[in-house]
């Protein structure tokens, strides 16, 4: 079955600086692949997604690339700010069939101000 | 705001016990998943349900199982309830495009 991992564990950056996060997944049949923000004691929260047939997404200070061929996907944010603190999950996904999302280990993320 | 609602949000039980958890959908779509998530891990798929049948299931033992209703609200049900069952478990609705899944907020388990 498909496996997520997700680096690093934990991310401290400056306020103003990037902040990268990096997946990898294991089954090349998978072709979606969202980012979920998850604050303390909520719910995760979909932030960006993209699909295999696109290379790179952005949406605003957001912005997403995927490469297939190394089956690796990122998620990077620009411009961090105070309220991007929180645990950032990468997940994988086939869109046919049972809609069964992978997650990686998730990422904290602190920005510092 | 996803317009997905769980409850309870937090509950204790103690080993043996068996639990329900509800979740509904402002929007309600014929299809919604669990998912349990464990304290510093991300969510596991746990099943989905379909028009009322489930169609697909992730390594969980059968003592997990669930309900869709005709208006698409959603129940698990947990018998037998271990310490390991302790976690935050999430319900999700399908969105628009292809992939999405809307979660809830979580209702959170604790098993003494």
């Known amino acids: 079955g498909e496996n997520v991992e997700q680096h690093p564990s934990t991310l401290s950056v400056q306020e103003g600086d990037s902040a990268v996060i990096k997946c990898t997944y294991s089954d090349s049949a998978s072709n979606y692949f969202p980012w979920y923000k998850q604050e303390l004691g909520k719910g995760p929260q979909l932030i960006i997604d993209i699909r295999s047939n696109v290379g790179e997404k952005k949406d605003q200070r957001i912005a997403v690339t995927l490469n297939k061929t190394a089956k690796h996907f990122s998620l990077h944010i620009t411009e961090t700010q105070p309220e991007d603190s929180a645990v950032y999950f990468c997940?994988?996904?086939?869109?046919?069939?049972?809609?069964?999302?992978?997650f990686g280990q998730g990422t904290r993320l602190t920005i510092n101000p | 705001e996803t317009g997905v609602t769980q409850s309870p949000t937090h509950l204790i039980k103690t080993r043996g016990q068996q639990v329900t958890l509800r979740c509904s959908s402002q929007?309600?779509?014929?299809?919604v998943s669990w998912y349990q998530q464990a304290l510093g891990q991300g969510p596991q798929f746990i099943f989905q349900?379909?028009?009322?049948?489930?169609?697909g299931r992730g390594n969980f033992p059968p003592r997990f199982s669930g309900l869709q209703f005709p208006n698409y609200s959603s129940e698990l049900n947990v018998n037998a309830l271990e310490l390991d069952d302790s976690a935050l478990y999430l319900c999700a609705q399908r969105g628009t495009a292809p992939g999405e899944l809307f979660f809830g907020e979580g209702s959170r388990l604790t098993v003494l």
């Open positions: 997940a994988a996904s086939k869109t046919q069939g049972a809609q069964k999302l992978v």
């Open positions: 349900y379909y028009r009322e049948e489930e169609n």
């Open positions: 929007s309600g779509h014929n299809t």
